[in-house]
């Protein structure tokens, strides 16, 4: 006979697993078509990870759906396609460029692509369909994303609403939609970044190498180390160096900053990134940077 002791207890990181476990077969047995947003950053990553634990031996029941800004990390499309290409899961692509080939989205030169992801992104959600989208928001990323729930809703404009938000007491999510809604899943948003970092290396998952130092030539622009790139021309003043740094996010080559760092290796990252007094979006990405609550206005607007 099998005996369960009373002091069996899940370890940090198998409590956040088994939420997230759970929470993508709801959302899999709940909506009629669902999609997981990838970027191909390690959050993202993680999620698809967790996806592949939730329904093996089947195969991942819905697509991924990718944002195309033209400006990626080369590193970060490869790694995607490694992925998808092991999972054999469906992409599906959402270009930018096309969207503004298409009239979608009107790009007048002044704004940056970060902006145009969201029209970009609202059109691939009602052209195929989609009725919940997984997104990889963590609540210590970012004080509007502290503030959202797991299932977080999203009107008929794909707009959010903070003040509207559903109650989620002891973990009952309400995924009731009228027509033309759909709803927002954020499976890990109880992680931080080091548990992401933590299962990153338990789980021996691979990742772009971006996240490990290597040299670079950059130059400071706004507090932050900008890769050097025809993509983002100098301005005055701005002198280029080669630097020892790695990236803690990954986004538009021409807003997301890179650090100083030699951590090379997994257990390197996991301890710097213990003592680190800001978060990855906080130190490196300079679309957070345009007002004080430059994430909140995006959301309310439809962004991931």
């Known amino acids: 006979m099998t005996q369960t002791h009373a002091d069996y207890q899940l370890s940090q990181l198998d409590q956040l697993e088994a939420e997230s476990i759970h929470i993508f077969r709801e959302v899999a047995a ?12 390690k ?14 031996p089947a195969k991942i029941p819905f697509p991924i759906l990718q944002i195309d800004n033209g400006l990626d990390f080369d590193e970060v499309g490869e790694t995607r396609d490694r992925w998808v290409q092991r999972l054999g899961v469906k992409l599906v692509v959402a270009s930018i460029d096309d969207a503004i080939a298409r009239g979608i989205v009107v790009d007048d030169g002044k704004t940056s692509r970060n902006r145009l992801q969201t029209p970009t992104l609202l059109n691939a959600i009602e052209e195929n369909g989609f009725t919940a989208a997984f997104g990889g928001g ?7 994303r502290a503030k959202e729930r797991v299932y977080s809703h999203r009107d008929e404009f794909g707009q959010w609403d903070p003040k509207m938000q559903r109650p989620e007491l002891w973990s009952l999510y309400n995924g009731r939609l009228h027509a033309g809604e759909h709803m ?3 499976p890990i948003s109880n992680w931080t970044e080091l548990d992401i970092w933590d299962y990153i290396r338990r789980e021996e998952i691979e990742i772009p190498q971006i996240y490990f130092a290597h040299q670079r030539r950059v130059f400071e622009r706004d507090g932050m180390l900008m890769s050097e790139t025809p993509l983002n021309p100098l301005r005055e003043g701005e002198v280029v160096t080669e630097r020892t740094v790695r990236f803690r996010t990954c986004g538009d080559i021409t807003l997301t900053g890179c650090v100083e ?7 390197e990252i996991i301890e710097e990134i213990s003592v680190a007094r800001l978060t990855e979006r906080g130190a ?7 007002s004080e609550a430059a994430m909140e206005d995006r959301k309310k607007e439809g962004y991931f």
């Open 138 to 144: 963590r609540r210590d990323e970012e004080k509007a």
């Open 43 to 56: 959050d993202s990553i993680v999620m698809l990870r967790l996806a592949e634990k939730a329904f093996y």
């Open 284 to 290: 490196t990405r300079g679309d957070d940077r345009f």
């Open 261 to 267: 760092s030699t951590a090379s290796t997994l257990d």
């Open 30 to 41: 709940e909506f009629e078509k669902p999609v997981l947003m990838f970027s191909g950053g």
């Open 184 to 186: 927002r899943i954020f």
